[in-house]
């Protein structure tokens, strides 16, 4: 089974090495820009210095449609004022976009699908001076840098990202809850190849702790020392650059089991299709539906919040909303989260009426919402000190989501979603 797992990553290597042109354009556009911006730096007489992050910098970048690469601004500690508006002074030169966040940043195109994401970071000499995580970049890629010399294990982590980036698997953004690259890079240095990367995985029931350069004597110890918020993840990756961060407090038991599920399907079977990136086959999901006689249902869902991680976040929480709005008249067969990295996203569901149903309502003792509960329904009774309803489902999903939208108008608006409509 080695052997052939062996063979479809050297298929891989082949099929995701970025082509020499895109390499030569990325290597021309980080030397104009560090260039302009260096001699900006000096002519200005401002306390900063640039420097290449992320994968470019740590020879572990894959081929995509759409490259990001890291370049950071690193101010010294003594520099006064807002380090974005100094950067945004910075680079006028060049079109920009801003990205606001806890500090903004900036997308720079400077070729067909590559894109220079320009970040203002603050130089510190430790890791625990940090004012913000994107400080903590440099000593990633240092480390990276200093621990993976060795050509295989770099080709190990460039399959390991193929793999989670075709299972969408990959990405800390809230609303993927994925494997990070450097969280990526860090667990096959210390795995040492990609197949006993997933087998460990795939043995995972309990939550892991990987310590890499054991800061922590034991896992008593890691629990009482890392804040609990960053403790929720299946995986605690203690960051070997800074100890009391979780490389991967991003990673959802949601991301995480479907990543499981995944793995095992490749060591059972290897495949070079399971690094093709995974497309929701909406038409065949369709026909499922109709073969069980089921109703389908494509909802598209547009948020104002800001494009990426925020508006992400955001249509995510209300797919999760409506599914269980959905579920308490219908049983969810099936559905799925597609977003456009914009301000949309398409959920779909595979639902079956559920017929008939119990609500339950107040306690009896509560006069006030008790009255409103049997205003509201018609078919009531009352159980364990409780009234309750019996409710028949003779609507279709398609009217159950034109009249709920009606009557949650204002709970949409709360959740930052500005319209929902049947696609």
């Known amino acids: 089974m080695s052997g052939k797992i062996n063979s479809i990553k050297l298929q891989v290597l082949q099929n995701i090495a970025p082509s020499k042109e895109d390499l030569e354009k990325i290597k021309n556009g980080i030397a104009d820009f560090t260039k302009k911006v260096g ?67 900036f997308n720079i195109k400077i070729d067909e699908g590559i894109f220079l994401e320009v970040v203002p970071v603050k130089k510190v000499k430790k890791p625990e001076s940090a004012e913000n995580i994107t400080d903590l970049s440099y000593f990633h890629v240092k480390y990276i840098n200093k621990k993976v010399k060795n050509k295989k294990i770099l080709d190990e982590i460039k399959v390991a990202k193929s793999f989670c980036y075709a299972r969408n698997c990959y990405g800390a953004e809230s609303y993927i809850g994925g494997f990070s690259g450097y969280a990526l890079e860090l667990l096959i240095y210390y795995y040492k190849s990609f197949e006993k990367f997933l087998r460990t995985m795939v043995k995972t029931n309990d939550k892991l702790i990987i310590d890499i350069e054991k800061h922590y004597k034991n896992k008593k110890q890691v629990m009482m020392d890392i804040n609990s918020s960053k403790l929720h993840s299946p995986i605690v990756l203690i960051d070997p650059t800074y100890k009391q961060r ?86 969810v067969k099936n559905n799925g989260f597609n977003y456009n990295k914009e301000k949309t996203a398409r959920y779909f569901f595979v639902v079956k009426s559920k017929g008939d149903i119990i609500l339950d309502g107040p306690k009896l003792a509560d006069e006030k919402n008790l009255l409103k509960f049997r205003k509201k329904h018609r078919n009531v009774f009352t159980r364990n000190k409780k009234i309750h309803a019996r409710e028949k489902v003779d609507f279709s999903i398609k009217e159950f989501i034109e009249n709920w939208k009606i009557k949650n108008a204002e709970r949409m608006k709360e959740m930052y979603i500005d319209s929902l409509r049947i696609v």
Do not use: C
Not at 64 to 82: A, L, P, V
Not at 269 to 285: C, G, Q, R, V, Y
């Open 246 to 331: 979780n490389a991967l407090a991003a990673l959802s038991p949601e991301t995480f089991e479907k990543f499981k599920k995944e793995a095992a399907q490749f060591l059972k079977s290897p495949s070079l299709n399971l690094f093709e990136h995974e497309k929701t086959d909406l038409d065949k999901i369709k026909k499922d539906a109709d073969k069980n006689s089921y109703e389908f249902i494509l909802i598209e869902a547009d948020t104002n919040r800001q494009p990426g991680d925020i508006a992400g976040s955001k249509l995510l929480k209300f797919y999760r909303h409506l599914n269980e709005e959905i579920g308490v008249y219908f049983d």
């Open 39 to 105: 001699e900006k730096i000096k002519e200005e007489k401002i306390s900063a210095e640039v420097f290449v992050g992320g994968s470019y910098a740590k020879d572990t970048i894959i081929k995509k449609d759409k490259y990001d690469i890291d370049i950071f601004i690193r101010f010294e500690k003594d520099e006064t004022g807002d380090i974005s508006e100094i950067t945004k002074r910075i680079i006028r030169d060049f079109s920009f976009e801003i990205v606001h966040g806890s500090r903004d940043y």
